[in-house]
């Protein structure tokens, strides 16, 4: 009797070791995909980031825009519509850029054009002024030997006792009168003219009594006009002599009138012969 209760209780009444091996295949093979990842980490895709001066340009669109088809839900795909929409706006951003790039060339060709403009004009406008001093300086030459006439009171009389003064006694009429002074301001003559209209007028001092006798040389004078009687008045004087050299002074010729009264060329206001 004791030996069978013995017997009972060393066999096991199920077996227990088929168990254990089942727990422990169950706990070292864990269910396929619940395996952590092992290794480091996948790195993520560089962002597309804006350029520094926070324009967007057709490459970063292009990029950014590939960057959203390769990432998007494949449970949840773009729409055809959104895809055409944005292909859309590609196509604008690609003919915005054409065209900016065609306006800074056409400005670029704007700016090269009006520096030639400018070039030009300034190149011109020496070649001007070249050949107004040439004329310029041979009309000069083409004075010498005649009588030039300018603003001033100079009267330039010869050996033989002739020159010529120019006055102008505007609105002015009556009696003249000729006063002559010579380089120390002192009067060493007088003529008096006879009746005087309003105007230009030249005279000869040759065809004047001058007593004393004129001696050669370089006077200034005075013309005065009086009517009735009445004061004298002065009246608007020329220097007038013949004009006996020319030289060139800063690129202008000046004319020699007399024997040392210079006078730029473009002061005369007559020429005679």
Do not use: C
Request: aromatic share 6%; proline share 6%; net charge negative.
């Amino acid at each position: 009797m004791i030996t069978a209760v013995r017997s009972m209780f060393s066999t096991p009444a199920y077996n227990t070791t088929a168990n254990e091996e089942t727990d422990k295949q169950q706990t070292q093979s864990p269910v396929p995909g619940a395996e952590p990842p092992k290794g480091p980490a996948e790195p993520s895709a560089p962002r597309t980031s804006l350029p520094t001066n926070g324009t967007m340009g057709r490459d970063e669109f292009l990029k950014m825009l590939v960057a959203q088809l390769k990432n998007q839900d494949p449970l949840n795909p773009m729409d055809g519509k959104d895809m055409a929409a944005q292909l859309a706006q590609f196509s604008t951003v690609e003919q915005l850029i054409a065209m900016n790039k065609t306006m800074d060339e056409t400005k670029a060709a704007q700016a090269a054009m009006t520096d030639a403009i400018e070039s030009l004009e300034e190149t011109q406008n020496e070649r001007a002024d070249e050949l107004a001093q040439l004329i310029e300086g041979q009309m000069a030459m083409a004075t010498v030997g005649k009588v030039g006439v300018t603003p001033g009171n100079n009267a330039f009389v010869d050996k033989d006792g002739n020159g010529e003064i120019f006055i102008d006694t505007a609105g002015r009429s009556g009696t003249g009168r000729i006063v002559m002074t010579n380089d120390k301001g002192e009067t060493v003559g007088m003529a008096i003219v006879g009746d005087i209209k309003a105007g230009q007028h030249s005279f000869k001092l040759g065809d004047y009594v001058w007593d004393p006798k004129l001696e050669p040389g370089t006077y200034t004078y005075k013309f005065q006009v009086a009517k009735d009687g009445g004061p004298w008045s002065e009246t608007t004087t020329y220097t007038a002599g013949r004009i006996t050299g020319m030289r060139y002074q800063d690129g202008n010729p000046i004319l020699t009138i007399g024997d040392k009264v210079s006078v730029p060329m473009s002061r005369l206001t007559q020429i005679r012969a």
